[in-house]
């Protein structure tokens, strides 16, 4: 299959392209004048996949967020879900709220069963230097793009909630930047895969369009040459080892429910930990460790406080949602 950002169609209009099937979804907002569409995604799939799989668009609702589902004809709990994205540069009319982007991606993530096969592909706008999204299990990546923009740190922070982590540099067969234009070179496009799933990804390729048109010397009615896209072409390959089962519901999974709270800690107030209460807290417990013989009970302990006295500061001062965590297939929804 083969995930398009930026397809600048209108109306119902698609990509044809022989032996593959189109899944995409158009902007429907654009200029009057507009010559062409803005935005919006899609994925060509080839002919034999679908004939494999029951293919279905589940989430369009959103601008730059498209999701299709593939399901297992043959059994409907094997199933793997492929996300595609356009988020737009932040100086361009079309930016929106980056973090409500974010955590529309999150919360369709987190309705997905634990261990669903899903990955994210397209153009995140986002530059995140080396940054390894604060998962110390993950292998070192190679990063040739050391920079950081205004979406670089939001994107980070929104791959530690969902346990992601960026494929570029991993597995790599060719790493490159994925923009290059006369305004520079960057790397602003990835793919996204759980974690726990890099083993299912291997070779990892960037190719320059550049190099793609040489290769094939492609000749029609217009001259490919003239119009070399800033973007590159990322490519992967994808393995699934699907168990064989009577064909069930997937969703329909006995759970139990429990709640926990995610905490917006991206504007702490002025007087955070500053409070003659907090500090009068925090002093109480580094006189506790300090008077307190150095064995692991006490030491526990006082760390114990110390959490406690952070979150009561949270509580107090943070915006914070509710997230309903459904332990039999760990699907999260927040309210």
């Known amino acids: 299959m083969i995930g398009i950002a930026e397809t600048h169609s209108t109306g119902n209009k698609g990509i ?3 032996g593959y099937n189109w899944f995409g979804f158009n902007r429907k907002n654009i200029h009057v004048r507009a010559k062409t569409g803005s935005g919006r995604d899609g994925l060509l799939i080839r002919n034999n996949s679908c004939s494999q799989f029951n293919v ?3 989430d369009n609702g959103t601008d730059g967020i498209l999701w299709v589902i593939f399901e297992d004809k043959n059994c409907l709990q094997n199933f793997f879900c492929v996300c595609v994205i356009y988020l737009p540069p932040e100086n361009s009319t079309r930016a929106g709220n980056v973090n409500e982007f974010f955590e529309t991606l999150m919360t369709k993530i987190y309705t997905l069963p634990q261990g669903s096969p899903f990955y994210l592909c397209g153009d995140w706008n986002s530059r995140c230097s080396d ?3 604060g998962i110390d299990s993950v292998p070192e990546r190679h990063v040739i793009d050391f920079h950081h ?5 939001t994107s980070c922070d929104f791959l530690i909630d969902v346990n992601g982590c960026i494929l570029n540099g991993h597995k ?3 790493n490159d930047f994925t923009f290059v234009s006369s305004r520079g070179s960057s790397v602003v496009d990835y793919f996204v895969v759980p974690y726990e799933m890099l083993e299912c990804f291997d070779n990892f390729k960037v190719t320059r369009t550049s190099e793609i048109i040489n290769e094939t010397c492609a000749i029609g009615k217009y001259d490919l040459t003239r119009i070399v896209p800033d973007h590159s072409f990322l490519s992967l390959d994808f393995t699934l080892n699907f168990c064989s089962g009577i064909i069930t519901n997937k969703l329909n999974i006995s759970q ?3 709640e926990t709270t995610k905490y917006d800690t991206r504007n702490l107030s002025d007087d955070w930990l500053l409070t003659s209460s907090a500090i009068s807290e925090i002093n109480v417990l580094i006189h506790h460790l300090q008077s307190s013989e150095a064995n692991q009970d006490n030491i526990k302990r006082v760390y114990e406080d110390f959490v406690s006295a952070i979150k009561n500061e949270m509580s107090s001062k943070l915006q ?3 997230i ?3 332990d039999g297939a760990s699907n999260k929804y927040i309210y």
């Open 149 to 153: 923009n205004g979406y670089g740190s």
């Open 324 to 326: 309903r965590i459904h």
């Open 131 to 133: 940054s390894n999204a």
């Open 172 to 174: 790599t067969v060719k």
């Open 320 to 322: 914070s949602k509710t």
């Open 256 to 258: 139990n429910v429990r």
């Open 16 to 18: 044809q392209v022989d």
């Open 56 to 58: 279905e668009i589940i």
